[in-house]
């Protein structure tokens, strides 16, 4: 059991192999949405080299001597149909190469519709990704079992690393683990794990997260040695609308048992400074001492 | 009876006939969303085609001598005002074709405004046709009647098709039937089913939807002959935030009475594999045996 | 108190005057947004001259001899100056007439950037408009006083006018009328009407929404008369989800007093036709016959 | 005590000071879309110039020969390589100045490339900014204990100064003050107020919001004095659906202890007026006598 892998991804993404059925695993633009920038641009490289050298072949099939200017810019004819496409393409449309006759003329302005078309798809993409509502909640590197109340509490701390205003924040927590059903069967179980209090109007500072375990708790009885037998992990859904996104963004976290540090509190992180301002210490959120 | 047709399609869309009050049926813009990718294609094809041709016959009527470059082409006067025209509406302008005076290049000039807004719709269009959130949920083929605690339960499976996260979701399902309102008229009628649960935080494996069938469900005393008698079908709407999309994606689905099985049991659909992942087997999905 | 208007328009705009204080009384972007699509172009065409208008002047300050072709096209400076400034803002290029020396060209790098940056707004705009999310909802001509239950409830009927798929709808209807505060000056009130059912999962053919007339109600022990007293009005604020817009559509619409017609009841607009289809009839959604 | 600054600023943002992990401080998004209008143009322009002077450098360490056209348009070649660039990336293309061989034509069909990846990304953050929704709610200058009921109550006033249609609006109200935990250390706590109503259908004419000072009010048994002890500050969230913008707007708001009036009342800012149109008198809103 020790080789379970963790259900959540440290960057938030789910830990599970799909054999698929079909060929649907992604929508195209889910898949353009998602991948690296690196590869964006590589992708766009190549569509824009094969989509020209397409409109090259045509021209040349059509006959180079239909292209005006060809054979002036120094280059053979291939070179020419293809910067002759590029440049109707993208509409830049030079003139020092120029269309003759109906069969090179159609060409071109189909080029010019298709480069419309997909510099609309390509340029589209582009600010879709670039303008992704993202959210950066930084979370402390453990949740930790401390004093509350009377009793004790699970608890994780979390802060916006941007200045953006964060409101109508909304946190919820479940615990995932590995019980038996009625067959015997080993089986991941989840439980959703009851806060203190779920929601926060607006997150200018921290918000520490607690979860008081009573007797309702999978926590109760529990011990560091049990919720590793168990293959526990505390999985965190947050959510919170972002004023310059416009938007809901969501973040996902988890702590696995072994990042679940028991009988510590955390030091506090904000201080007020001469000026009576409010100051934050980002770098302090993990920071814990013996309760 | 029995030639009712099922009230929700397997698309998702609604098999209800409108007779139509005035012209609004649709949106333009609905329309142009809705249509099929070769329709909408063929229609930005005529578009172009006719907004030139237009364009074509003012520079005609203006006088096709106010074009300096006409007649070098290899085309008739229309061919080089179609094409000037062309190049003046996507903005290539190759120059080798240009306008004289003051009525060609007024022409010009609305030429020019008119394709940047018209391609403004027609991008728009295709990026908001390409970019449209859409679910890719499997639902079992059939709907199950299983043995559920001390009763039965009506249930089905559904998972997501794609690797994108859905998180938030909620179900909501409806018995739709024929039955007899006070002056003895045949009626559909519709009836919310309470489930096991509504809300499921995320869905990284399946999710098998549970009506308990107790003494307030339809399905009560129900069998298979009754539930033919009835027309009895049962819709599903489904909604999640989709990570990718940035946005909530909304399904729906439905079982028909010929497509619920009584008695048997879904078996079950994923397994960790010797690495410590969850594997989940989507095409394994309807799968049931006897219960 | 008869010439009170109505508090909400039938294009369901509200009828208020503000003494403004400032001038912010529009957003530009709401200005822009909202006003009629013939003003709409109007105003880009107006900003198009201008602009280049703008542009072909600083041309001409820089001295006419700085661009190069002018003169070939039988316009006078300023028209050569405009003309170029079209195709430098657009992006045409056609070349016939191109910039000479820093200063032209300085301004026409301007230009380029100017036209790029002003029809990103124009053509965004343009596309805000037309696929701004609209809801198209089909109310009844009348609310009526009916039957409803053992005693007698409000209602209304509504549906969908396109093909669209809506659904998650919620209805909120308040009633609002000219009652006297504790100084016996007369002040709008308004009341929330309870309603059989607020929520509908979704809208495939009409629905009759119902508010029963208990003595909670403010239509308990009223009549024509009573109601036309107190300048009542019906105010109705619908939203629901749009699958073809992917977002929630509002809408809302309003009764006034002499709009109620007491003691009808609505008659059926649906049937099942021969091949088994649900056929909606949207032209007599607003029929009522004696109850 | 007294040199505690404000929690929320008058334009909505918060006061506090972060010290920084890392680099992560503002998304480069949220960073474009919230800088001023002027440094937004200005950060344009720097990027245009030094974009079009990084290829200017290609082309000349291509050979500025491989420009045909160059040397007749008055230039120093720096000048026939920087304004070349220009029209490529913003693809105007006037063919004046036209590339030769496979340098220069590599070169241009990458700023070709590169121009319309950098407008797109240019021209939909000028848009986003444009079309950001906003909300231009106006609050009263003070909030003020009035007599309400039979005991008092904290109220203030608010309305749309935009003609625009805000429906759906949801209030939140806290009170921030300065108390002492367990080991004695100040420490800002936050309560949140219970209202009279916290959601509003619709927003044609003003709000007063209203929270009822009873015994579980942070105000009951406060006056002037107690209230600047505590440093208090009143903190509104306020949502709602604008119409326009098909979206849901925010605002935030705070009255300091300073801008709370004890024992007043405000005057009334609407009135008929003789065609029967309600008048809102925004520029009265703050307006109040003694109770």
Do not use: C
């Amino acid at each position: 059991m020790s080789n379970r892998k963790r259900f959540i991804n440290k960057d938030g993404s789910f830990n599970v192999v799909r054999e698929i059925r079909g060929i649907r695993e992604w929508h195209i633009y889910q898949w353009l949405v998602l991948m690296s920038w690196a590869r964006f641009f590589a992708v766009t490289l190549v569509f824009y080299v094969v989509l020209n050298s397409f409109f090259a072949s045509l021209y040349l099939i059509n006959g180079i001597e239909y292209l005006s200017g060809a054979g002036e810019d120094g280059l053979p004819p291939f070179g020419t149909a293809f910067f002759f496409s590029v440049q109707t393409l993208t509409t830049v449309g030079y003139g020092s190469v120029s269309p003759i006759g109906l069969g090179a003329n159609t060409i071109a302005a189909m080029g010019a519709l298709t480069g419309l078309l997909a510099f609309a798809l390509i340029t589209g993409l582009l600010f879709a990704r670039f303008s992704k509502p993202s959210a950066s909640i930084l979370f402390s590197n453990q949740a930790i079992v401390a004093p509350y109340k009377d009793g004790k509490g699970l608890m994780f701390r979390l802060a916006n690393q941007r200045k953006s205003m964060l409101t109508n924040l909304h946190a919820e927590v479940t615990a995932s683990w590995i019980g038996v059903d009625e067959q015997g069967r080993s089986k991941r179980q989840y439980t959703p794990l009851k806060l203190e209090r779920t929601s926060l109007t607006m997150l200018p500072l921290s918000w520490t997260v607690v979860h008081p375990i009573d007797e309702e708790s999978p926590f109760y009885d529990s011990s560091e040695q049990s919720i590793q037998a168990k293959d526990l992990e505390v999985i965190i859904i947050l959510e919170g609308y972002d004023d310059t996104f416009a938007n809901i963004i969501r973040t996902h976290y988890s702590y696995k048992y072994d990042e679940i540090i028991w009988n510590v509190k955390f030091n506090p992180i904000f201080h007020f400074d001469k000026e009576g301002y409010t100051v934050l210490k980002l770098n302090e959120i993990s920071n814990y001492s013996e309760a």
